[in-house]
């Protein structure tokens, strides 16, 4: 039966793309790391074989464009919640462009696309956290008010709450879903404060799972048919504090998955990918 | 007609005189024995009497109060109340036409019954009133196929009165109307109309289903009883998430306030009104029946239509495909509709062909899906919603920029556009006002934060800040001072300045419909015209004829776009709920309250509060009335506030000496109590099914005192008319005090302390309360002779109360525990207490009836009265040999606890040992003599303290309702030096992580000086 706000976590789609020569050299990123691009690649494509082979999900591959090089994280490109996909207007204008091939994707899978059309808007969706009762966007250098006040115009159902981000480029940049109503955490002070707001601008009450490494908090969930709780998230190898306090987690299946190099320029494991439900869509 | 008036003026003056005659407590006693003796005939009418009692409003109240001093007289009024409102109901002409010869009489009747309470009123009013009494009795059921009747019979009656009001109406008019109808205001609507003898009026009431329903009212009828009749119109029993509204004078939609006149409210002469959702269930499956459902439905439907209620296409297109299934049934292909059909339905603000097709084709897979169920599962979508129940309102905030503030039931939520930039939770939220047009909330410090701060908002205008001040009142007072197992009763929540909530609290409405015993009614949906099948299948009578979906004419059912759930009504009408409130004000208030008195001062804060205010100990600050008022007005009951009184007040210098000795207890009893060496905290949470739960809290106060209980016991029979009675002038009085207040408050400022917890909301002591105190400590001696009917009556009242009617103490007992909340409409539970409450106020003797009150009294008054002991109730005796004890009560028990608390004797005055209870719950009292499992005990024993803890869970079977108390005793007992706010903060706190559902029903604080030679048993 159809019923709003159900089923969170379950998806049967996934848009992704491939990765840019560019993204080396040309790619924005808060620090001066140097990035192995085969490396990144071949990090991505385990990535994408995990959605596609052990999750089964319909993977859209959208062909990487070198005059893009942050094409890959598809994930600031638009939001997608129920049938609704809202096309954002990146920050970084250098971005804006990627977002075309996403709306043609996004329309090929007949969702409802809502563009963002105002000149003095920007969105990120890294910036977006939906719990699957809210959002919460965060205020950052590359999201504004303006563009928060339009996915709530696109999102009329949620309450749509921002929150301050001054210490790292996305609010997923530290905190992510791990679950209905879990809110993973990273252990760093902005990042708490960060998650005090979010529980007071909520009406509804979340449990929270602490990892010491910011971005370690980045982790995707889903709540598959035959395979329940569902969590990608980092590997020991990268983050071995955080990589235990995911270890310790019941009843999910947990996959640990590389991302040593796309982090470096800023890319976090839900950057990469755009989860979409067909299924249970009204 | 003149003489009419005289008449009742002469009633008045006889009541008063009553009053003023000492003897006449005697003979009230006299005279309550033989109205018990009169009872037997007579019960039913008490029964109504009670049940008017509980709807009257408590102004009425007071003014009998006032006038009435004696218990008897009392008796005799609300006799004469009943009988008057039978007579205004049905033999209103006959009255009109017998007032040429019995003029006098009736009126004297009323005063005579008052004053005599002979079964000659009685008779009198049982030739006219008989009918009357049925319909009372039903009325007091306050079920609404009795009130139905009523209300038939009411208008039928009010056409008489027509008639005859020509004569009468200057009656109704006089000072006499004004007693009739506010004792009749409660009950029903038809009582809640004044002597009948005033002009008719045509009310038009748009309802939900866009139809127009009319009736007549008099003139100077309350909000209520038209709120009434078209409920009984939609033969609606859960009315309390409902409400009318009004356009004012600035086109603004405003809430009519039940408490107060129509007439008053809506100054234009337009009587126009709509019925609306007031408060929006956060869980619509909890409500009980489908017809109730439905109406939430019809009133969502057009919320979402016109926008208010922002929802995605997708859900557009799934609540309206629900709403296609529950007016239409399932879909049937074989008959298309006409090409228009649904685009001549409204389901969304920019409604397309899109849109509708999606509603069809979602409309195709709830096949077989009943009407109910698709009410259930619209209502299932919608609550989800993140704008559902959210009430906005304009403003800008501290920096002139343009915001939202969204009410709610969990808290206020501002928005920037369609953004949410801040929510403040009602338990983050120490204190609401506004002044001029500028609205505050306190909130309450954080955890690394140490002070408090407050944020300011700026409304467009005076009135728009009042409204927004109102609407957080009325919201947090109904979703957040329940006690998630409320009592059946209403509880009126005290609200700030004059402004209180009227009505039931979630909770208690909760448990209230939990009690609905009868088959779903039948209720045709609009378009479909559709018997809805209760999914009990039970047979209904249709009520409502349906014209067609809400969505279309919804919005005419709106008066405003803008809910406005804040009644603007004048200052003076609210002054009611003040009066009530002022008790539990005050107990949220910090404010040192001066009474009259000066000797005692009460101190009522949040738990929060006292522990500030014993930091601070603010001194007793001799208030003029007015400004107690204010402090009432402004305090709302919802932070629970616990009240030291101090016994310093009693006549005797050995008690002063004692509370001298308590520590600090200069004047203000509050701290005083709170330096006591012991402190017992007793949490019981009570979660009663049963709305009967008052024998309980007698149980426990004879549990306290076991000396002092069969003294209750006698005392209540003969006290349960007296009750009555003293209600009846507690209303009056009320209604002077409030008025009073009303007047002192200035409406352009007004405060509200939200309280935290339901729990805290229960230590609210009003000032009562200190007005006991002062009473008692001034008048101890006093109180024997200023008011020894009081004082007797009091006791008396409190006990009768209980013992009159389950259901009364019950929901006293919710009411107490809820004290904030206690002002509730006043129905039974709610006017016992109130009256209760109201007395002391009124009666000199601080005859203070309201439940609290009289727990306050009980414990303090206990030892003053003890000297005199008029009151059987409050009867806790500590030995004798026990030095003196001084019992704080912070409970919004019921008078039942209260009396139950009173346990001190005052023989020795002398203080050493404090004990300070918090009595939530009552007692497993000795006359339930149920004997409770014990499930767990626990002590804790740290340097200075030692915790006990207690959960006792009981089920009791009355009367075919099962009850279950789970009551959770927590006793914190000191040497000297305990920090008795800190102790009873943490134990409360503790307990509400283990139950937050539990609430406070009783603090006390008892005080025991050890300096006597023995100390209580």
Not at chain 1, 70 to 96: H, N, Q, Y
Not at chain 1, 116 to 129: I, R, Y
Request: a negative charge; charged letters at 30%; proline letters at 5%.
């Amino acid at each position: 039966m159809a019923a709003l706000m159900a089923g969170f976590g379950l998806y049967t789609h996934a848009i992704v793309r491939r990765i840019p020569a560019s993204l080396a050299k040309e790619a924005l990123r808060t620090s001066e790391a140097e990035v192995d691009v085969d490396k990144a690649r071949g990090e991505h494509d385990a990535y994408v074989e995990v959605l596609r082979t052990r999750l089964g999900l319909d993977v859209v591959d959208l062909p990487a464009d070198e005059s893009f090089p942050d094409c890959v994280f598809v994930e600031d490109a638009a939001v997608v919640c129920g049938d609704t996909a809202l096309i954002t207007r990146p920050g970084a204008e250098s971005r804006r462009g990627e977002t075309e091939a996403m709306k043609r994707a996004l329309k090929a899978l007949n969702l409802n696309v809502v563009e963002m059309t105002d000149e003095n808007a920007t969105l990120d969706g890294g910036d977006v956290l939906f719990t699957g009762r809210e959002f919460f966007v965060g205020l950052s250098s590359r999201t504004n008010q303006r563009g928060a006040e339009i996915l709530a115009d696109a999102f009329k159902d949620y309450a749509v709450s921002t929150v301050p981000v001054l210490a790292s480029l996305h609010l997923k940049s530290f905190c992510s879903m791990g679950g209905p109503g879990l809110i993973v955490i990273g252990s760093s002070e902005p990042a708490q404060k960060a998650l005090k707001i979010m529980q007071q601008m909520s009406d509804h009450c979340y449990d929270k799972l602490t990892v010491p490494d910011d971005f370690a908090a980045n982790c995707i969930y889903m709540n598959l048919p035959d395979k329940g709780h569902v969590l990608l998230h980092c590997t020991a190898e990268q983050y071995p504090e955080s990589f235990k306090v995911f270890e310790k987690l019941k009843d999910y299946t947990l996959i640990p998955v590389s991302n040593m190099e796309k982090v470096k320029v800023d890319g976090a494991l839900t950057c990469c990918s755009i989860l979409i439900n067909k299924k249970g869509s009204i | 007609m003149t003489t009419e008036v005289g008449s009742e003026t002469e009633v008045k003056e006889k009541a008063e005189e009553s009053a003023d005659q000492p003897d006449q407590s005697e003979k009230a006693t006299e005279e309550t024995q033989e109205v018990a003796s009169a009872e037997g005939e007579e019960k039913g009418k008490e029964k109504e009497g009670k049940g008017i009692s509980k709807f009257l409003p408590t102004w009425l109240k007071k003014q009998k109060s006032l006038s009435q001093t004696s218990p008897t007289k009392e008796a005799a009024l609300k006799e004469e109340a009943i009988s008057v409102e039978k007579q205004e109901e049905e033999g209103p002409a006959p009255e009109v036409n017998g007032l040429a010869d019995e003029v006098p009489e009736k009126e004297a009747v009323k005063s005579e019954q008052l004053k005599e309470k002979e079964e000659k009123p009685h008779s009198k009013a049982s030739t006219d009133t008989e009918p009357a009494k049925e319909e009372k009795v039903d009325e007091s059921v306050e079920k609404s196929p009795e009130e139905t009747k009523e209300t038939t019979e009411g208008q039928g009656v009010e056409e008489e009165k027509k008639e005859q009001e020509g004569e009468v109406q200057g009656e109704g008019e006089g000072g006499g109307g004004g007693e009739e109808g506010q004792t009749s205001i409660f009950q029903s609507p038809l009582r809640l109309v004044r002597k009948t003898k005033m002009k008719l009026v045509v009310c038009h009431v748009t309802l939900l289903d866009g139809t127009d329903f009319s009736c007549e009212v008099e003139k100077r009828a309350k909000g209520q009883f038209l709120f009434f009749k078209v409920c009984d119109h939609l033969n609606l029993l859960e009315k309390d998430y409902f409400g009318l509204t009004y356009k004012d004078n600035h086109e603004q939609t405003s809430c009519l306030d039940p408490m107060k006149e129509i007439k008053r409210q809506i100054r234009s002469n337009n009587w126009q009104f709509a019925f609306n959702v007031k408060f929006y269930p956060p869980d619509p499956s909890l409500l009980s029946e489908d017809i109730t459902r439905y109406l939430l439905c019809l009133q969502l439907r057009e919320d979402v239509a016109s926008g208010r209620l922002p929802c995605s296409f997708v859900t557009h297109a799934l609540l309206g495909s629900y709403t296609l299934q529950a007016e239409f049934g399932d879909y049937e292909p074989d008959q298309p509709r006409p090409v228009d059909f649904m685009s001549q339905l409204n389901f969304a603000p920019s409604q397309n062909k899109e849109m509708e097709e999606k509603i069809l084709e979602l409309h195709k897979s709830h096949r077989g899906m009943t009407p109910a169920q698709a009410d259930a599962q619209f209502l299932e979508n919608a609550k989800k919603l993140s704008m559902y129940g959210v009430d906005l309102h304009h403003a800008k905030d501290s920096e002139g920029v343009d915001i939202m503030l969204g009410v709610c039931a969990n808290g206020l939520l501002v928005y920037k556009d369609r953004l949410r930039i801040n929510r403040f939770a009602w338990p983050k939220i120490l204190k609401i006002s506004y002044k001029r047009n500028n609205f505050y909330i306190k909130i309450r410090p954080g955890e690394t934060e140490q002070f408090e701060s407050t944020v300011g908002f700026k409304l467009q205008n005076h009135r728009s800040a009042k409204r927004l001040w109102k609407v957080c009142v009325e919201n947090h007072s109904f979703f957040r001072l329940n006690t998630p197992e409320p009592p059946t009763k209403p509880r009126f929540l005290t609200l700030g300045s004059k402004f209180r909530y009227s009505g039931r609290t979630q909770a208690q409405t909760r448990t209230a419909s939990s009690l609905i015993d009868r088959p779903a009614p039948r209720f045709e949906r609009t378009s479909s015209k559709r018997i809805s099948r209760s999914l009990d299948g039970a047979p209904m009578i249709s009520i409502t004829e349906a014209g067609r979906d809400s969505a279309e004419n919804g919005r005419e059912h709106r008066l405003d776009d803008s809910k406005v759930k804040t009644v603007d009504v004048s200052p003076g009408d609210v002054e009611d709920t003040s009066a009530q409130s002022p008790l539990r004000v005050h107990v949220d208030n910090i404010y040192d309250h001066d009474k009259t008195q000066d000797e005692v001062l009460k101190h009522q804060a949040s738990i929060s509060q006292l522990k500030r205010s014993f930091m601070e100990a603010p001194p007793p600050s001799p208030p003029q009335t007015n400004q107690w008022e204010k402090r009432l007005t402004s305090s709302p009951a919802t932070a629970v506030r616990v009240q030291q009184q101090q016994v310093v007040s009693e006549p005797h210098a050995e008690a002063a000496a004692a509370a001298a000795a308590a520590a600090d207890f200069t004047i203000s009893d509050t701290k005083e109590s709170a330096k006591t060496a012991e402190v017992e905290i007793e949490e019981t949470v009570v979660i009663q099914e049963v709305s009967k739960a008052t024998k309980p809290a007698l149980i426990t106060v004879t549990t306290d005192s076991p000396a002092s209980a069969p003294t209750d016991q006698e005392t209540r029979e003969p006290e349960v008319t007296v009750q009555e009675e003293v209600a009846v002038p507690k209303d009056a009085k009320a209604a002077k005090q409030e008025s009073v207040s009303s007047e002192s408050e200035s409406e352009e400022e007004a405060e509200y302390h939200p309280n935290v917890s339901v729990s805290l909301s229960h230590t609210q002591i009003p000032e009562e309360k200190e007005e006991e105190d002062k009473e008692n400590e001034d008048e101890t001696a006093e109180q024997n002779m200023l008011a020894p009917d009081v004082s007797s009556h009091q006791a008396e009242t409190s006990h009768p109360a209980e013992d009159i009617s389950g259901g009364v103490v019950e929901s006293q007992k919710e009411d107490m525990k809820k004290n904030a909340e206690n002002e509730k409409e006043g129905r039974e539970t709610e006017d016992s207490t109130d009256d209760l409450m109201m007395t002391p106020e009124e009666t000199p003797n601080g005859v203070a009836l309201s439940e609290e009150a009289v727990a306050a009294h009980v414990e303090e008054e206990p030892e003053p009265r003890i000297n005199g002991e008029p009151r059987p109730q409050v009867i806790c005796y500590s030995e004798p040999p026990v030095v003196k004890t001084e019992m704080v009560t912070i409970s919004d028990t019921f008078a039942a606890q209260k009396t139950e608390i009173a346990t001190k004797e005052v023989p020795i005055v002398h203080t050493e040992t404090k004990t300070i209870t918090y009595e939530a719950a009552q007692l497993d009292g000795t006359g339930d003599g149920e004997p409770g499992v014990l499930m767990t005990a626990q002590t804790i024993t740290s340097e200075s303290l030692c915790t006990t803890t207690t959960t006792h869970i009981t089920k009791t079977l009355k009367g075919g309702l099962s009850e279950t108390r789970i009551e959770k005793r927590i006793v914190i007992t000191g040497d000297c030096d305990i920090d008795h706010d800190k102790a009873l903060a943490q134990a409360i706190k503790e307990a509400k992580e283990q139950h937050p559902d539990m609430s406070v029903t009783r603090v006390v604080v008892h005080k025991e000086t050890e300096l006597a030679e023995e100390e209580e048993d």
